[in-house]
């Protein structure tokens, strides 16, 4: 069992930055994969981004080069960096882990861009 609390949410405008992060209940170093994912209001879920064991990276292409995932094992903690953000970044962003084959979510922070 893996328990995910998102956290750093909240109102920006246009062009700013947040910073997420998704602390886990459990050693993250040897979770298989974590990642981002938001929803935005009647839209489907999407990938943000994700981050493997072995340290590589995946983006979805409406993020790349302005949105950083990143963890720290130490700390037990995940990490999304977002620059320049726009209002089409306005969704729910959730924490996922996978282990074992098995999925667990946090229940999501909220972003909001606009001016």
């Known amino acids: 069992q893996v328990h995910l609390v998102e956290s750093g949410g909240g109102l920006v405008q246009p062009g700013g930055s947040l910073r997420l992060s998704c602390i886990a209940s459990?050693?993250?170093?040897?979770?298989?994969?974590m990642g981002w994912y938001r929803q935005a209001p009647g839209k489907q879920r999407e990938l943000v981004a994700s981050?493997?064991?072995?340290?590589?990276?995946n983006y979805g292409d409406s993020v790349k080069g302005r949105f950083t995932i990143s963890k720290d094992n130490a700390e037990n903690t995940l990490y999304l960096h977002m620059n320049s953000l726009k209002p089409e970044d306005t969704a729910v962003y959730y924490c996922r882990a996978s282990r074992y084959g098995v999925a667990y979510w946090g229940k999501g922070t909220v972003v909001t861009v606009s001016s």
């Open positions: 981050i493997f064991s072995v340290g590589n990276t």
């Open positions: 459990r050693n993250i170093s040897n979770i298989y994969a």
